[in-house]
């Protein structure tokens, strides 16, 4: 594979992680709601804690850097946090 192949497919793959975080962040409408309903506060440090301490692992399986996949995932987060803000009001 060429050059200009390899980049063709880090973009094919660029564009499945955008689509990925569109389907991931669709899903917060429901979540504020289910939140709301059961007076949970936008902020889970316990499912944050979680969430961090799965991907870590799963990155260490993978044999990608844990603290490349920590930074990504607390962005993440933070956009998500965002969003249910929006939601929220």
């Known amino acids: 594979m060429d050059l200009e192949e390899q980049r063709k497919e880090i973009d094919i793959i660029d564009n499945k992680i955008i689509k990925l975080l569109k389907k991931r962040f669709s899903l917060l409408e429901d979540i504020v709601k289910y939140k709301k309903e059961n007076n949970l506060s936008i902020y ?3 499912r944050e804690e979680e969430v ?3 991907r870590k692992n799963l990155a260490k399986v993978e044999g990608l850097s844990e603290d490349f996949i920590e930074t990504i995932f607390i962005k993440i987060m933070e956009e998500s946090k965002n969003i249910q803000k929006k939601y929220y009001n």
């Open 44 to 46: 889970q440090s316990n």
């Open 52 to 54: 961090l301490n799965v």
